[in-house]
């Protein structure tokens, strides 16, 4: 494993299909997914030399913590299928290396047991349908211990996911004898992680959607858990604000008006992200919004995710002003691959190519990045500033 893409190659003859297809796909036609990726590539570096670049550090501040490196581990739903114990897995594996994860609200461990493994990891919920059930979902999460609270707001209806229908995935999973090939032809999934979860832990539940236990994996009811979002709105996250006294972050903000609602609204942070291309199709790249969205930020931490696979990516949108990015797909596939150890190699991959390339850039800390380190291929002028200040 040399970069995070040889992981999607390994998982994808590790995972059963439908488990790959889950993770792997997006909405509709990949617009948003696909051009997630382009919108870096039209990105180029415009380094400097003979800088002194001999001590160089990556660390950055958010919420008063202090991590090692400028990105974390994106929430990811039912990541338990992925890898045994998957939630953990990862939470453990951020710990260690010192970034911050993200428990997804779709995850098939309980919330207390992650907390326990790796204190400090974040949680993102998905806010159940009443104030009553979102207030016991606040005290749950608080008595476990978190401290930085995410909530994803780009789902008021499920995205329209034909890729994962192709694949065979569906909640619920459908009992039949595809499935059951599926599963058949990825023998080591099926003993190291189906069949160990279900003869060690029975059979997995959506465990932190609500205060109380969710849905089992194999139940119709999931489906009724997961559809009454859609009259949301921010007098939500006044209430949640007004009670919530950790750090709270919006995620999936792509439009500054937004932004500008959630700065107004007291949010200590937000994520830029069109969910990994998940939800809205043809919803515009998180990074070619990102200027425009600092711009109206105020003091909240600007975040991003969607389409990091290289340091060189970080780097790109930490110059356009994100304090930190999160990783999703990639360290999935990772878990899937190797567990524990195998998120830390991608952790290190990850934190290696930063630290090459800040000494390539002429840069010794991410401080100092800013946009005039970027040429834009398709439009040279806002990014190129040839004669701006210089550290
Ligand atoms: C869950 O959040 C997903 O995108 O599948």
Redesign the pocket.
Known sequence: MLSLPDFEAAARRVLPRPIFGYVAGAAEDNRAHDDNRRAFDELAFVPRVLCNVAHRQQQVSLFGTTYASPFGIAPM?IAALSAYRGDIVLARAAAQAQIPAVL?G?SLIALETVMAEAPGTWFQAYLPGTNERIDALLRRVAAAGVQTLVITVDIPVAGNRENNLRAGFSTPLRPGVRLAWDGLTRPRWLLGTLLQTLARHGMPHFENSFADRGAPILSSRVQRDFAERDHFDWTHIARIRRQWKGALVIKGILSPLDAAQAHRHGVDGIIVSN?GG?QLDSAVAPLRVLPAIVERAGDMTVMLDGGIRRGADVLKAMALGARAVFVGRPFNYAAAVDGEAGVAVAIDLLRAEIDRNLAMLGLTSLDDLGPQYLFNHRAPHPLHHPHGDHP
Do not use: I, L, Q
Request: net charge positive.
């Open positions: 739903g997804s779709s969910h998940r």
